[in-house]
């Protein structure tokens, strides 16, 4: 699907994936509606953004019905970004039942919703694409990660569900699903370093495979360096291979401090 004059809804624009991937839509020359809860730097962002037409619609969605009401302001959406995202890293203990909540509702239970709400008007105009950014923490599970990979697999899950089915209808529906991103985003945010090897990948490239999962109908884009991909992918195919090698110290080591500064944060 080209993107050229499509509306496409964005969620978690605010943020430093949502800021690339907003850049690089309109950049390709779709209409924005932004998304998240901060309005002014919803619309500082549309103001800067190439081409015409954006606009913002601020939306909390760890409130309930926050999805369907954002997906019935939004109007027509040829594209849906579900990249709102939270951390949700730590220990389970960490959490109170309020923030497990708001990290399911966020990170999963709103861009189900937003999906189901907005996909029928696609089907009835033949066309339209869902993208969902997760992660490669929806393939393989990490010390510290079992809130923030519970959701993500559970993304993915739905996307390569749903897929099957609303393609024959003309709707797309496709995963990006990053590594370690350095540079702006909610893992750079933490001050983190990656595990030793790993690399990192920069926020236009989250933005590009954003661009190449709607125009190729890609069912699932990896935006890291080859190594965490292979890492990631092995964790998939045998997790106990990838549960042995993460426990030991040095993992635990790594993903304690990963969750330390996203705590620093204050994002949960
Ligand atoms: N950065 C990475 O290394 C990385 C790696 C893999 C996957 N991801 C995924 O990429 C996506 C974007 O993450 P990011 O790195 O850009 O994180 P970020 O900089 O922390 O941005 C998170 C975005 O989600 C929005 N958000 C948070 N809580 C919300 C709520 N209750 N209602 C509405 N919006 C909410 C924030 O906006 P407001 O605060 O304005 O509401 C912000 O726009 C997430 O799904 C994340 O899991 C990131």
Redesign the pocket.
Known sequence: MELAGRKALL????????RAIALALAGHGAELTL????AE??EALAAELPGSGHRVLP????EPD?AEHLAAEAGQVDVLVA?????GAGLLTDFSAEEVK?ALR??LE?PMLLAQALFPAMVERGEGHLVF?????GKSASPRTSI?SAT?FGLRGFALGLRPDLGPQGVGVSLV?????RG??????SGAKPPPGMGTARPEQ?GAAVVKAVKSNRLEVAVAPLHQRVMAHAGLVSPSVADRAQSGSAGQKAAKAVADGHAKTG?R
């Open positions: 969620t978690g624009a605010t943020g430093g994936l949502g998304s998240a809860r901060q730097a919803l939306a909390d969605l760890a926050a990249n709102a995202g939270l951390p708001r966020v990170n709103a950014v997760a992660s490669l923490s923030y993500k699903s990053p590594g370690f991103v702006a985003g909610m893992f750079a945010d989250v994002k």
